[in-house]
């Protein structure tokens, strides 16, 4: 299986926007549930938004009605469109694959390598 692979990270003042993208090509057109998690400096990895095979999503609390996932069949990508940063949303961010959303983030995870988010002004 191609590697999950993100790209669109980098720094932004808050308020602003970003879009990241992550190659999917083994994953997209599967059954697989995908993600997308973040990782802050000493903190554990969260989940951030999810969405499943059958185009149901789950987000949470501290990015819903900011963050959007959304699956692109035409160039095999998981994107994730951020909007309203904050300079809390300053993180590593990584995208996720596994055969069903509740083992989302588990052992059985095929994680990408990650992109960075810095939010400052």
């Known amino acids: 299986q191609e590697p999950l692979a993100e790209s669109g990270g980098g720094s932004v003042q808050p308020g602003g926007s970003l879009r990241l993208s992550c190659a999917a090509s083994?994953?997209?057109?599967?059954?697989?549930?995908m993600g997308w998690f973040r990782q802050r400096p000493g903190k554990e990895r969260e989940g951030l938004a999810f969405l499943a095979s059958d185009g149901s999503t789950q987000y949470a609390a501290s990015v819903r009605g900011r963050f959007a996932i959304s699956k692109d069949y035409a160039t095999n990508t998981l994107t994730l469109q951020m909007n309203e940063l904050a300079s809390y949303d300053s993180a590593m961010y990584y995208c996720?694959?596994?055969?069903?959303?509740?083992?989302?983030?588990?052992?059985?995870?095929?994680w990408g390598q990650g992109t960075q988010v810095t939010v400052s002004a």
């Open positions: 083994s994953y997209i057109r599967t059954t697989y549930c």
């Open positions: 996720a694959a596994a055969r069903e959303c509740v083992t989302l983030g588990a052992a059985s995870t095929a």
